[in-house]
């Protein structure tokens, strides 16, 4: 794997390359970017696979954990060499900001400025800002993403459409633990107990999405009856949500019809752990 730590060096390899399939990443990597790494080397015909790893301080608001986001550097390269990954670019700051970032993209707000975007002011503008600025450097023919984080999906595949980018966007379902825990960097951050709790969010969001998939929905009441129970069940073990709702696919606008294609999506913390996970509704 060859490793590029400036965007003059990553460029030089780009113009020797042909196709490429590129992963972003902030690295502290788990199995669900592994996976992410092995998918790129099969859905994109044989391009070369790159990776990337910048924790970028765009996208964290104040009082976030953008100072303790685990730097595990050495042991991702390994993962990144064992899933056979070409090309790693990993910047420093210094590298991708040299001076500060006075160019940003502004994601439509009627998708950003909801869910994560009403709880993380500023997190959509930092994360389509990085990303575009990835793209550009990378120039990627395909980009793959988790569907873990479904709305940063829709942002950014929204982003890719607007501007015309030459690139496929592919999302994969996300990867769980034994338990079904969503497999996320900021696992490590939960105690033993906690934890052994945290399944818990998959299971009432699972919950919501079965008793809609047997049509117990006739109109907005039942969506609403059935988020709060769900969201007051959370409470009753410890949780402090932010919110657990039901929406469209399409743009996480709230349902108006029963026939749409639906998700459920939720955040919340867990001590000082701030979980997210979301369950599409599938028809029965």
């Known amino acids: 794997m060859h490793i590029h730590t400036t965007i003059a060096d990553f460029r ?3 113009a020797r390359a042909g196709r490429i399939a590129l992963v972003p990443t902030m690295g502290n990597l788990h199995d669900g970017h592994i996976a992410l790494m092995r998918a790129a080397r099969q859905l994109s015909g044989g391009a ?4 990337s790893i910048f924790v970028n301080r765009l ?5 976030e954990d953008f100072e303790k986001y685990p730097r595990t550097f050495e042991a991702d390269c390994e993962k990144l060499i064992a899933a056979g990954v070409d090309h790693l670019f990993a910047p420093s700051e210094a590298e991708m900001y040299p001076q500060p970032q006075r160019y940003h993209v502004e994601p439509d707000q009627k998708l950003a400025s909801l869910l994560e975007g009403a709880f993380r002011s500023g997190h959509f503008r930092g994360v389509a800002t990085v990303v575009l600025k990835l793209f550009n450097i990378v120039q990627p023919d395909v980009a793959l993403f988790g569907k873990k984080d479904y709305q940063q999906f829709l942002v950014l595949k929204n982003m890719v459409r607007e501007l015309a980018l030459p690139i496929e966007v592919v999302a994969l379902e996300t990867v769980r633990a034994d338990d079904w825990l969503a497999l996320s960097s900021r696992n490590s951050y939960l105690s ?3 934890r052994a709790e945290a399944p ?4 009432q969001l699972c919950a919501v999405a079965e008793t809609l998939r047997k049509g117990a929905h006739d109109n907005v009441r039942d969506f609403v009856r059935l988020e709060i129970a769900a969201l007051a069940e959370l409470e009753r073990h410890g949780w402090k949500p932010d919110y ?3 929406r469209r696919r399409v743009d996480l606008q709230p349902p108006e019809q029963s026939e749409e294609p639906l998700v459920v ?3 919340a913390r867990l001590g000082t752990t701030r979980l ?3 369950v599409e509704i599938l028809s029965q």
């Open 12 to 14: 030089a390899a780009r």
């Open 200 to 203: 818990r969010l998959y299971r």
């Open 276 to 278: 997210i996970d979301n």
């Open 48 to 51: 070369a696979v790159v990776a």
């Open 192 to 194: 033993a107990t906690e």
């Open 244 to 246: 657990l709702t039901v």
């Open 59 to 63: 996208q964290f608001g104040q009082g």
């Open 265 to 267: 999506l939720a955040a």
